[in-house]
Every structure is written in C-alpha cells, then in structure tokens.
C-alpha cells in the first residue's frame, strides 16, 4: 500500500501543472475574450488566390 | 447619369441589400452602389474573397454613408501620440473602437489587414468589444491611409474626444477572479479525491496505517491557499463592514468559512476526525461562480459617456491665408475659423460666418426639425450641420460651452446611486446572522450541560458551519443574473444586475419626445388637397430629390415612383423652397410666401392650414393642388404602450421640442401624468428631482443628451437607442428602439424577479433548517455536510434559472436565441 504515497505525489503533481497551465492562460489573457476565438475557429488558411478559386468553384457544384 | 433607372430584385453581393434603384454590376455580380463595388474590388485585388464565404453578404451597405469623415488629424504626430498605446521608431501600437464589426466574415478581414496594407504587422479583433488592435509600421505606411482604408471597405473607427490620452484599459480585473476560482477548484477536486475513502468507510475502522495523517496533511496545505487567496474577498469585504459596525451578507459567509476551516485543522491534528475540508473548497468555489455571474458585462456598450465621446477628435480650422489644417479639440482656442462640412458636429459655441447653414439640433435640445441659422448668429456646441459646408468663428473654448456645461450640474459629480444599491440579501443579513449565532450558543449550552465541552464545541461550530448562507449568497446574482440575460435578449442592455430592483420599483415613467416616442428618420407625410396622379407624384419625387432640404427630403421619402427624371432646371431658394422644371411641368414647392412670390398667386389662392407638423405647399403649372403636412412619426406601438402603461404608473413627456404634437400625445398619457414642452435640459433634470421628492419612483426614457442629466438623476434612466453601438448618453440601461413596446413587460418581469429572489432565499433556508437538525442533533458527519452544501447551492442555481425564464416567458420575452 505503500505505493500510494507515490501515486498520489505523482497525480498532485500532473494536477499542479495544469493549474500551472490555467493560471499562465488566464495571465497570457485567454480568457479575457472568450468568443473572438470561437470565431477564428472557422477560418482556413488559404494563401494563394488559385486555390481560393477553385474553392468556390467547388461550393458553386455543391 | 441617366434620368431613368429600373428597379430589380438583385441581392447585392457586398451588403446583401435589395438593390432598388440602380444595381452596378461587375465581374457578374450585383452591387447595390459604387461603394459597395469599391469594397469589392478592393477586396478581390489582394485575394481576400474568403470574406464573402465566412458569411452570406456580410459586407457593410456604403450606399447610405451620408459624409465621409475626414482623417487629416491623423497626420498630426501629437494626436497620434496620444491616442495610440505606444509609439516608438517605427512601430505604434493602437487600437481602434468599429461599431460596424458585426460577424465572422469582420473578424476575418480585419484580422487580414496586411493583405490590404503591408504595413499593418499585425491586427487582432475583440469582437465583444468591437475593437481592433492594430499594430502598425510607420515607415512603410501611415496610420492615416490605415484608417483610410478601413473606411474604403466599410469600417470606419470611432475616433472621438475622449479618446484623448486615454490610454486602453485592458480588462485585468477580471483574471483574478478566474485565478482565485482555479485555485479553489483544484483544491476542492483533489481534496474531494482523497476524502473519498471516508465516504465509503461507515464502520469508522479507517485506513490505518499513516494514511489519515498523510491525507489531513495534504488537505491542510491544499485548503490553506484557497483560504489565504480565493476567499480574501469575502473575509476583507466582512471585516470592513464590521470595523464600520454594519453586517453584510460576508460576515455569516466569512463566520462559516472561519468556522469550517478552524474545526477542520483541529480534527486533524487532534485525530479526531477528517474535517470538512471537501465543503470548505467546495463552498469557495461556488460562491466564487456567483461572483463571476455577477461580474457579467456587455463589453460593447458604454454606459459612461459624456459630451467627450460625443464630439469628434478634432476640427479643420482655417489659418490667415485661408489653408485648412487639423487642430484637437482640447487646443481649440475662441476666434479661430473653422470649416464644418455636411453632418459634421459643432465642437464649440461659435458664430456663423457663412451666408446661411441648417443646423439639426435634435440631439442636443430635441428640436425635430433642423433650424436655419443666418450669418452672425450664435451656434451652440453639439449641433449637426446639414447641407452644404459652412464657415464658423469659435466664440468658447470646448469646456466652457452650452452643451458642457450640464456636466458641471452636481448629478454629474457623485456616482452615489451605485453605492446605494444594496440587495435583498444585505438586508436580512443582520437578522440572519444574530439567529445563526442565537441558535449555535444555545444549542452548544444544551450540549455543554448535557455531555460537556467536547461535544458542545463541536455542535456549535457545526451549526455555524451549516447556516453559512451559501446558497443565499447566490440567489440575488445568479436570479438577477439571468434577468440580465433575458432582458438583453430581448434589447434591453443593463448596465449592473443590482439596477434591475430600481427597475422593478418604478412608479412614475418619464418619456422625451423626439428620437424616443417618435423616430426622427420616419416622418408622416400626408398630402391634402387635390390627389396627386401617378404621373405628377413622379414629377414632384424628381424635383424634391434635387434638394437637400430636410423637409423636401421627406416629401421624397413619401412619394411613391419608379422611376426619376432629371430636371431641366432646377432652383432653391434655401429655406423657403424649390422651383424646377420636369419634363415641361413647373413644379413650385415651399412656404405660402415663397410659392405667392414665384407662381404670381395672391396669398388668398393659399390656404393657411390648421396641422400640427410642418406644412410645405405644392403648386404644379401655376395651379395650387394642396400641401405635404409632415409630423415625425411616432414609433410603431408606442400608442399601444402608453395606453397600458398609464393604468399602472403616472406618465409623463418631457420634451425639449416645442408643443406641436401636443393634442396628439395627450390622449395617449394619463391624466395623473401631463406633458411638458421646451424644457431645457438643466429643467429636465430638476422636473426629475421634483418628482423624487414627491417620493416617486422615476424611470426616465430619452435618448439625446438633453436628457442626459434627467437619465443621470432618475431611479433608472433608459437611453434608447436604435443602433445600440452608437453613441447614447450616460444610463443605466440602453434599450433597443425596436424593443421600446416591450417597457411594460420589462417592468413586469423585473417585479417577478425580484419575487424569485425572495422564493429561492426559501429555498436555501429550507436546506439550512434541514442541515441544523443535523447539527444540533450532533450528527453532521463530512459526508452529510459535503452532500447538503453543493445540493443547495446548485438547486439554487437550477431553481433560478428555470423560475426566471418561465416568468420571462409568461410575459412574452424572449428567453432563447
């Protein structure tokens, strides 16, 4: 049984470093704007103005 | 131009508008103005017609930009400086206040920027906000052809006074609060973790071993930060009211906290139990969840403005020689020359020096119709120049003038209608906390005299640990916090939860006239006389549309056409009428003087008719037909409204405007209300504290900043508002002018609410009476406690949400979207 000293020394530690993780979140400002994000989300990267084209060409079959 | 154009039912690409009177087509696609095409090719240059497929024509109708702000200002170093978060080299950092970003395809965009500019290094959205963060480098571009551009496509930046030296606020206070809600809620898991082995062990035998010395340690030293950092603000804010001999809802609160965590430590260390350490995190983290429902705000809306945020940046002055140049406000000195241009705001006092100007006062003193000035007479900062440009001499500096000096009236002075607010839960609080520490010392001197010290300590700090109100904590947020929330999905926009009793108290509304109960866009025009055919409509649609005078632009708003003429010729004389040829027919309309000098008819031929509005007199050939008798229109189902409301509170208007409209209104308002008519705006707000001392309760409605102090002085001062980004003066509340028939039910609901307050306070002292006879009766194990505490809160929480959206419902709000 001794073991669980171990165990539970380990799984505090993974939990501190997610609340390492919240806390550098918040301080870097993510959750200052909580639906900018959720926008951005549904942007894709199209560089090149061919493949934007071809793009709309294929909703226009759609 | 062509004289003639057809009308199609084409969707322009751009802004999704019908395109009604002349589409533009290019690259196969309809565009419903020029603007909008420029946006477009704008766009379609430099690849950035993914726009188009974030959202269905999510581009910003340009065809109704009435005036394009001039941008010469941002030329001027020492502006930039100072409106900017930083500047240095090349590099300037600022960020930008665009009401019009409204959808994915904006964020895109903007944050796409140096596709358009390469310039712009990099630019970041808020959209709750509606800001953009730009940063830019000044050697490659100027923030001038920046701004430029974000006009060109549509989304021109707010840039107005009070911008000035105000440097943005990023929104820190917040992260704390989410910090301290971490900490208790990574206390509260692992300590629930480790507790769960004594969940389960009923017979008391234990681990054995150290386990219960390992697991109370680490509880401790979990406990303890949230202790020290995430319940500071209730043992501060607890501590505060009792230096000051009050009691607030924070001291049971703290008393509670205390208690759970000094019986915990010392069953720990004493070995006599497992503490309650599960419930102490546990309690923190929930109240910390209402803190942070109550911390809810609309981010895009300003409820603090003054005249700053009203008037622009800066104005175009002329020098000896005659040259313009930009100059900010705050620099403006009296006897300069400044140019004004149609739509632009007069900054300060001045004195006309042009021939003649319109100035559209509505704004500032609730005239509804714009006024001719002559050259030499006096201008009062706020007004809006209509038509053509005009030359105007500063008589003030911008501190000093007409429409500032409400500002210095004492209203304005003190905030202490927020510090007053206190809740249901304030109240009570005092009673509540001598029957708590009532019941905890009697219940503990029965068990002192019955089985000794031992168990009498631990019966009273478990009723001290029970009655921690918790759940009565919560109810007065999270019940007004989701009235916030109904009330915004249906246009009304409070500014702070705790309003929302103010709201509900009402007993006396107060309304202003124009731009409130009547739209200042929308005007009836009715003609009386001869009926008009088709054909003539047309004539006199083709010969108003020339001008640009405000009443002849309703006369065209009225008349029905299809199509247009272009007019032979065409003459106005500015402020009494026009005269134009259209396709051989003399079409002569204006004033009764006006329409004698030009037709030849004796002033008998015209009649002088008896209507409350503005009149303007149509001759066609030489033959009187009749006259446009104008009123601003009232806003749809305002009759309706005040018709219901009168019943129930007293009615007033409260009008800056003159009593044109008085027989109409009065049969709309009650007859323990009355109307009021050319009151300024200082006699607006004093009307407003003559009621108050008549002991009512005054919600006031307006929309100008004429109203601005009577909003400022009421009870609960609504600014209405039909764009709600646009500017609206200093409120509680900003209510969408379309949501304005909904007032009454809003009364209605806010009552309910606070109803529901009362019901879940119930509610959670129901729980409280349960867990007491647990804890009198000695019995309240970790379990039960770790059971009943998050239960309440959580029923509260559940009971709140449900309750306000079925009263929500039952009076016809929107609850869902």
């Known amino acids: ?62 | 131009m062509n004289s003639t154009a057809v009308i199609s039912s084409e969707i322009c690409y751009h802004c999704g508008e019908d395109c009604t009177s002349e589409a533009v087509h290019f690259d196969d696609k309809p565009f419903c103005c020029t603007g909008c095409k420029a946006a477009y090719q704008i766009l379609d240059e430099s690849g950035l017609c993914s726009y188009y497929d974030l959202d269905v024509n999510p581009g910003i109708n340009l065809k109704n930009k009435k005036h394009r702000a001039r941008f010469d200002y941002l030329e001027d170093d020492e502006v930039i400086i100072r409106i900017s978060d930083f500047w240095d080299a090349n590099k300037l950092s600022l960020t930008l206040y665009i009401p019009n970003i409204h959808c994915t395809s904006c964020v895109w965009l903007l944050e796409n920027l140096q596709k358009l500019d390469a310039g712009v290094l990099q630019s970041g959205v808020n959209f709750l906000k509606r800001e953009l963060s730009l940063l830019v480098d000044t050697e490659q571009t100027t923030l001038r052809n920046v701004v430029e551009q974000l006009v060109t496509i549509g989304y021109e930046p707010e840039i107005r006074f009070d911008k000035l030296d105000t440097q943005t606020q990023k929104s820190h206070q917040n992260r704390s609060l989410w910090l301290k809600m971490g900490v208790a809620g990574f206390a509260f898991g692992n300590i629930m973790l480790f507790s769960f082995p004594d969940y389960l062990d009923t017979t008391g035998s234990g681990l054995g071993g150290n386990f219960p010395i390992f697991f109370g340690a680490l509880n401790i030293i979990l406990a303890l930060p949230v202790l020290l950092y995430s319940s500071s603000d209730y043992l501060k804010s607890a501590f505060a009211a009792l230096s000051q001999r009050g009691v607030n809802l924070d001291v049971p609160i703290s008393i509670g906290i205390m208690a759970l965590f000094c019986r915990s430590v010392y069953e720990i260390l004493t070995m006599t139990g497992t503490g309650y350490m599960d419930s102490f995190t546990g309690l923190i983290f929930f109240l910390l969840i209402g803190k942070l429902v109550q911390q809810k705000t609309f981010h895009r809306l300003s409820f603090d403005r003054d005249y700053r945020s009203y008037l622009p940046i800066a104005v175009n002055v002329l020098n000896e020689s005659g040259e313009e140049y930009s100059v900010s406000l705050d620099k403006l000195e009296p006897n300069q020359q400044i140019r004004l241009r149609n739509q632009e705001l007069v900054p300060c006092d001045a004195t006309l020096l042009s021939e003649e100007a319109f100035m559209d006062y509505s704004f500032i003193t609730g005239e509804s119709e714009p006024v001719a000035i002559k050259k030499g007479a006096r201008i009062f900062a706020g007004g809006r120049l209509t038509g053509n440009s005009a030359l105007l001499r500063t008589e003030e500096k911008v501190a000093n003038s007409y429409l500032t000096k409400l500002w210095n009236h004492e209203t304005f002075q003190n905030n202490d209608k927020e510090l007053k607010l206190t809740t249901f839960a304030d109240k009570i609080s005092p009673y509540f906390t001598v029957a708590v520490l009532g019941i905890a010392f009697f219940s503990g001197l029965y068990w002192l005299q019955t089985a000794g010290m031992e168990p009498a300590l631990s019966v009273f700090t478990a009723v001290l640990i029970i009655a921690c109100p918790c759940a009565l904590a919560l109810s007065t947020p999270f019940t007004l916090g989701s009235a916030l929330n109904v009330l915004s999905l249906n246009g009304l926009f409070v500014k702070n939860h705790l309003l929302i009793e103010n709201l509900s108290k009402a007993s006396s509304i107060v309304f202003d006239k124009t731009g409130t109960l009547t739209e200042s866009d929308s005007a009836e025009v009715d003609f009386f006389g001869v009926e008009l055919s088709a054909q003539e409509q047309t004539w006199v649609k083709s010969a108003c549309k020339n001008s640009i005078h405000p009443l002849s632009r309703k006369v065209t708003y009225a008349l029905e056409s299809s199509f247009l003429y272009h007019p032979k010729s065409f003459e106005e004389l500015p402020g009494k009428g026009i005269f134009a040829d259209v396709e051989n027919t003399l079409i002569c309309l204006g004033s009764r003087s006006f329409l004698a000098s030009q037709t030849g008819m004796s002033s008998e031929e015209i009649p002088e008719p008896n209507f409350s509005g503005s009149v303007v007199h149509l001759s066609i050939n030489g033959q009187y037909r009749g006259f446009f008798g104008i009123k601003s229109g009232i806003r749809n189902g305002i009759p309706d409204l005040l018709h219901s409301m009168k019943e129930k509170f007293s009615t007033y208007l409260l009008s800056g405007d003159n009593d044109a409209q008085k027989k109409e209104f009065t049969k709309y308002l009650g007859t323990n209300g009355s109307l009021l008519f050319n009151k300024k705006p200082e006699e607006k707000l004093d009307f407003i504290t003559h009621l108050q001392k008549s002991g009512e309760q005054v919600v006031m409605v307006g929309d100008g900043l004429n109203d601005a102090g009577a909003l400022k002085k009421s009870d609960f001062g609504i600014a209405l508002a039909d764009d709600i980004s646009s500017f609206a003066p200093a409120c509680d509340a900003i209510l969408e002018g379309d949501s304005l028939p909904n007032l009454n039910n809003f009364i209605d609901f806010s009552k309910a609410s606070m109803k529901i307050i009362i019901a879940s306070f119930v509610l959670s002292l129901l729980y409280n009476t349960i867990g007491l006879a647990f804890a009198i009766t000695g019995h309240l194990s970790p379990l039960v406690a770790a059971i009943l505490m998050p239960l309440s809160s959580i029923s509260v929480m559940v009971f709140t949400f449900v309750t306000t959206r079925y009263f929500a419902r039952k009076r016809g709000l929107m609850i869902w979207k």
């Open chain 1, 1 to 62: 049984m001794e073991v669980i000293y171990m165990l539970i020394g380990f799984s505090l530690l993974v939990a501190l470093i997610f609340l390492g993780l919240f806390f550098w979140a918040v301080k870097t400002g993510q959750f200052d704007d909580q639906h900018t994000p959720s926008m951005r989300v549904l942007f894709d990267d199209k560089r090149s103005t061919s493949k934007k084209s071809i793009h709309n060409q294929k909703n226009q079959d759609e």
